[in-house]
């Protein structure tokens, strides 16, 4: 167990239908992490957030946003969704802003019909 | 640009008998490594890092992998497959993105089985 929680674990949803998936990073860590993992991109970075600030942007579409929160857990809003949308959806958190090892969690498994 | 190459999309050994898994690394700079395990429908964990300190790098589980500098690699090897590791095994290379970002790069991913 990493320390990171994700909810839900399992999210079934249609297209064109809006969704948030949060995390909770480990306790005392700044910095949130969202990675796509999907067949046919592989694992994919998609923005990091430290301490409420938003501080890299990876291949995240524009019908997804995040934010991180004053008590530091994260929410992953993606919106307008497309079948291709359907992934496993990664939160990693490290220990300071720059900390290249990350601690992942769970992961929040969606599927868009 | 930092990546990472995985050259085995399958590895397949018997229970007891050495693990190799092939990575290679193109960076710009020193780089840091990781390998991590996804068992099936899990999360994430990693298993060891390369920082530079020591080229010879132990993780968890009885895993290690050498970084050689020369021929760019950073291969996972285990002296005895167990069962317990059939998993998926990714290579990954930190980025830097600008500032006090670190983005992890992924490679492609290993799929290990291991036969009775």
């Known amino acids: ?113 | 640009a930092q990546s990472v190459t995985q050259l085995d999309s399958h590895v397949s050994v018997s229970e007891g008998t050495p693990v190799l898994l092939r990575c290679n690394y193109s960076s710009s700079y020193s780089p840091s490594l990781f390998w991590y395990v996804q068992h099936p429908n899990k999360g994430l964990q990693l298993l060891l890092k390369y920082t530079s300190a020591a080229t010879l790098v132990k993780g968890i589980n009885g895993f290690e992998a050498e970084f050689k500098k020369s021929e760019t690699s950073f291969h996972l090897t285990k002296p005895s497959a167990h069962m317990s590791d059939a998993a998926e095994y990714f290579c990954v290379v930190s980025d830097r993105v600008g500032g006090a970002t670190n983005k992890l790069i992924f490679g492609t991913g290993t799929l290990l089985a291991v036969q009775p």
């Open chain 1, 1 to 113: 167990d990493s320390g990171v929680t994700q909810t839900p674990k399992h999210l079934i949803t249609a297209t064109g239908q809006r969704v948030t998936l949060r995390c909770s990073p480990r306790s005392g860590d700044l910095s949130v992490y969202w990675y796509q993992q999907s067949l046919d991109q592989g694992l994919q970075f998609l923005i990091q957030y430290y301490n409420g600030e938003e501080r890299a942007k990876g291949n995240i579409l524009e019908r997804f946003s995040a934010q991180q929160f004053p008590d530091l857990h994260s929410e992953l809003n993606l919106s307008s969704l497309e079948l291709g949308d359907s992934a496993l959806y990664f939160c990693a958190s490290s220990p300071i802003p720059g900390g290249d090892t990350q601690y992942f969690g769970p992961g929040t498994r969606l599927t868009v019909l």
